[in-house]
């Protein structure tokens, strides 16, 4: 006869509906027995392990004697056809060296070089650093010149400009044979080119006396502040104001003009040879 | 000998010598008087100097810029350079970017400029939200007509003021190529060109200022000058004090009058287009501007167009020195001022922190001036 379960946490989930079945049950039979001394509801309780009368018990397991079992082995036709399964190949098997062309023959060559590189007794020492060093290197030269950039300026160095599609024309009044090419231009009628040859002969003479530094790119007004605050800046400049309307201004010399100007000119060179006037 | 030339200040003695950027430019001195002449045997100038004057009459040129001079200088204190290089682009027929921090007086500057011209003047503010129709002009459909017709936009003046012209995306500032290169406007297949005398005055932040933009390489090679607007000195800081405290709030701007109408300047323009240029500062423009494409730090060089300008300007720039022919100290004066808006630095140099006035420089000391 089962038990009634009085506490619902102690049942299992099915045990509700059975717990009303079985208190049905007990109910009729009471009835069909007749009348009984009332039972206890309350269980006994449980053996405590823990009490001092529970004593430990021990299993004593026979040791396994039986004899070990033989390996069966697969008949080796069996064994064979099952290889040949491709379901059974895990490893793909490399193709084989008749079927490739000459061009993947030539990368697989390269590679397995490249992959040499890194591999071997070499790469086990300290020689894989030069290895290493090498082609970092070589990409970082890759990179500079696919990015066009310019490190050279890390180093100290400055770029340089490029050629210029055009011949640059340069002119050094310290070559220049003046005498020989005033001659010429003074008997060719072309006072405008002797006026400018004297000019240049003024700016030789200033030069040589260390009153002005010669550059090409400077300007005639350059050359008249470098003189600005000496007694020679006010013919200097009348001097550059002759040269910049013959020269620059193309002003028509008559030929009647030029021996005066040139006079200008030789006299100012007196000026700066003996120079009795090169600083105030 | 005229007198309306005086004394190059950078030619007096003991001047400070100044760069490119800072050269005084006032008519230069004519050839020395005997009186200045030391004791050299043989005076230079006299009678035969006299010889060197221009050959076309500058006297008209020469008094409509002094007068020009004497409205701005009644509100403008110091910037002189700028009010040169503003004369100067005027005269060449160019536009002008006035770059530089806030409360420079820029805009102010370039609103005086076009108060002395008795012509057409309007003022566009940019901002980031303007469409390029709010500056050209749109066609609006007239009901009592049944048809569209064009509305000019403020772009229709003479003087265009443009105000912080970098607020505005690319968006519009494509809309001012056409009609800045060839001052005209074509909508809805119709050609509308602009009256003569047309300049763009426009002024911009620098690009690192909050909310700006970058201006497309093409617009600002439509630019004939890009003018650098720096702090005045304490000198002039002073004046411009003295100035408002004196007057609460300085000289009006109603002060200035106009004094040059858009006829006198059409003629002021044609006798500067007709200047003497040497064969040989030719070659000397197309050396310095064939520079920028071969150097080494640019990676875009300057334009045809930079050539062109910096001739045209060279032109002005000696037609105000009271010559009638360019030499080379026009050119190197203005080439910083031409170049440094048409060029553009590579990367590298500039992390280094080089700027375009270096380039500029540098490339000027690399070419041979022609004598």
């Not at chain 2, 323009?269 to 003497?276: A, F, L, S």
């Amino acid at each position: 006869m089962p038990q009634p379960c009085l506490l619902r946490r102690s049942c299992p989930a099915p045990l509700p509906g059975l717990l009303g079945l079985a208190l049905l049950l007990a109910a009729g039979g009471g009835y069909a027995q007749g009348p009984a001394a009332p039972r206890s509801p309350v269980l006994p309780p449980a053996p405590d392990s823990l009490a001092v009368s529970a004593a430990p018990r021990y299993v004593r397991l026979r040791a396994d004697t039986a004899p070990a079992g033989t390996l069966r082995q697969p008949a080796a036709a069996r064994l064979a056809e099952l290889r040949r399964q491709p379901e059974f190949q895990y490893v793909e098997p490399e193709p084989s060296s008749a079927s490739d062309s000459l061009w993947s023959r030539f990368w697989q060559e390269l590679w397995r070089r490249i992959a040499g590189l890194f591999s071997g007794e070499t790469y086990e020492t300290r020689g894989r650093y030069v290895v290493y060093a090498l082609f970092a290197a070589a990409f970082g030269y890759v990179l500079l010149r696919l990015l066009r950039l310019d490190v050279t300026g890390l180093l100290g160095r400055r770029g340089r400009a490029l050629p210029l599609p055009y011949e640059a024309l340069t002119e050094d009044i310290r070559g220049i044979d003046f005498a020989t090419e005033l001659a010429r231009a003074e008997q060719a009628g072309n006072y405008r080119l002797a006026l400018r040859l004297g000019y240049l002969q003024t700016l030789r003479h200033l030069t040589d006396r260390n009153l002005i530094q010669w550059q090409p790119d400077k300007t005639n007004h350059d050359y008249l502040r470098e003189l600005a605050g000496t007694r020679l800046a006010p013919d200097f400049r009348a001097l550059t104001r002759q040269f910049e309307y013959v020269w620059y201004g193309e002003l028509p010399l008559a030929a009647g003009q030029y021996p005066e100007l040139r006079e200008q000119q030789l006299s100012f060179i007196g000026q700066v040879s003996s120079r009795l006037l090169a600083t105030s | 000998m005229e007198n309306n030339f005086h004394m190059d200040s950078a030619e007096q003695p003991n001047a400070p010598v100044p760069t490119s950027d800072s050269l005084p430019l006032a008519a230069e001195s004519p050839a020395a008087t005997p009186a200045s002449v030391g004791t050299a045997a043989t005076a230079i100038s006299g009678t035969s100097s006299d010889a060197f004057t221009p050959r076309t009459d500058l006297s008209a040129l020469s008094r409509h810029a002094d007068a020009i001079r004497a409205e701005l200088g009644k509100v403008i204190v110091g910037q002189r350079d700028l009010a040169e290089l503003l004369l100067t682009a005027l005269l060449a027929d160019g536009h002008v970017l006035l770059e530089g921090v806030p409360g420079v007086a820029k805009t102010l500057t370039a609103k005086l400029l076009a108060r002395t011209l008795s012509v057409p003047f309007s003022r566009l503010q940019f901002t980031p939200d303007l469409m390029p129709s709010d500056v050209l002009g749109t066609s609006v459909f007239r009901p009592q007509k049944g048809e569209f017709e064009f509305r000019p936009g403020p772009i229709f003046a003479s003087v265009v003021l443009i105000d912080e012209i970098n607020r505005a995306p690319a968006k519009t500032q494509s809309a001012l190529f056409e009609v800045m290169e060839e001052r005209q406007i074509t909508q809805d297949g119709v050609r509308y060109p602009l009256p003569a005398p047309f300049v763009v005055l426009a002024t911009q932040n620098p690009i690192e200022q909050e909310g700006t933009y970058r201006l497309p390489e093409a617009q600002l090679d439509r630019f004939l000058f890009k003018l650098s607007v720096g702090y005045p000195t304490v000198e002039e800081e002073i004046a411009i004090l003295q100035g408002h405290h004196a007057g609460f709030g300085g000289t009006p701007l109603e002060a200035v009058k106009p004094v040059v109408s858009a006829d006198e300047l059409r003629q002021l323009r044609e006798q500067v287009g007709r200047q003497h240029v040497e064969p040989k500062l030719l070659e000397y423009i197309a050396r310095l501007v064939g520079q920028t494409r071969a150097h080494k730090g640019l990676y875009l060089g300057a334009s045809p167009r930079a050539s062109l300008a910096l001739l045209n300007g060279a032109k002005a720039l000696a037609a105000l020195r009271g010559r009638d022919f360019i030499t080379p100290e026009d050119i190197q004066y203005l080439a910083p001022v031409v170049l440094r808006h048409r060029i553009q630095l590579t990367p590298e140099r500039e992390m280094e922190g080089g700027t375009p006035d270096d380039v500029v420089k540098q490339i000027l000391q690399s070419v041979d001036v022609p004598r």
